[in-house]
């Protein structure tokens, strides 16, 4: 082979290797876009709504929320178990996202939550009082799917405003 040849090889090798690395970091790109689209629905449309038709549409059958108490069923039917034990006691409960960044499989969320306290909370009888609280979770999606999950709220604060609420002389 002669040297020209063997230079043009290794030109046209090495623009293959640019294209597929140049082609895979953008399918990796609009993963996480579509990634961040499903997650923002999820806030939109379930945790500003409670529009529990979504759930199907973008839990996986085998969804594991690392944040449920053990018993939980998998999948959309244990997001619908766990929502509804919670607005039970916040029936009015609802979830803005103040930062969403996604990388790769993963979306990141930061939130804050607005509620009244009106049935059975963490134990604690209903106060009628609104309180806030705040938190942070993390998704793994797999093809469009939600199919992990790990939260973590402010609990001790949400407790405290519940506690001073229950505690608090009557108005």
């Avoid at 999948?75 to 609802?94: N, S, W």
Wanted: net charge neutral; glycine share 10%; aromatic share 8%.
């Amino acid at each position: 082979m002669t040297r020209s040849r063997a230079g043009s090889i290794s030109r046209v090798a090495g623009a293959l290797m640019t294209l597929t690395l140049v082609a895979g970091e953008t399918s990796s790109a609009d993963d996480a876009a579509e990634n961040k689209r499903a997650v923002r629905r999820l806030y939109d449309e379930l945790f500003s709504k409670w529009n529990f038709a979504v759930v199907d549409e973008l839990f996986s059958p085998a969804f594991i929320g690392h944040e449920m108490p053990p018993g939980t069923p998998l999948g959309p039917e244990g997001i619908r178990q766990f929502y509804g034990r919670i607005r039970a006691g916040l029936p009015d409960v609802k979830l803005t996202v103040d930062d969403l960044i996604g990388e790769g499989d993963k979306v990141v969320v930061r939130w804050r939550a607005q509620a009244t306290h009106t049935g059975v909370f963490l134990d604690i009888p209903p106060t009628g009082k609104a309180v806030s609280f705040t938190g942070m979770a993390i998704y793994r999606l797999s093809k469009g799917k939600i199919v992990e999950r790990w939260v973590e709220v402010d609990l001790l604060g949400l407790t405290q405003q519940l506690r001073e609420a229950a505690t608090a002389p009557g108005e």
